[in-house]
């Protein structure tokens, strides 16, 4: 794969996680997976105390 496809599938996948994030920021996705909410936790270094 040349380097202008490998860049623009990534800037894809950075696009989509941002724009998720926004609507998780917002409340307007109202539940997320576990493992979803455990990165988070990870990657913010905090616990939000959720117990499955």
């Known amino acids: 794969m ?3 496809v490998l860049l623009l ?4 996948r950075l696009t989509s996680h941002v ?3 926004y609507a998780i920021e917002q409340e307007r996705i109202k539940v997320l ?3 979803t909410l455990r990165r988070i936790e990870q990657v913010l270094g905090i ?3 959720v117990q499955p």
């Open 9 to 12: 599938n990534w800037l894809r």
């Open 2 to 4: 040349s380097q202008v």
């Open 33 to 35: 997976p576990l493992p």
């Open 19 to 21: 724009a998720n994030w």
């Open 47 to 49: 616990d939000f105390g």
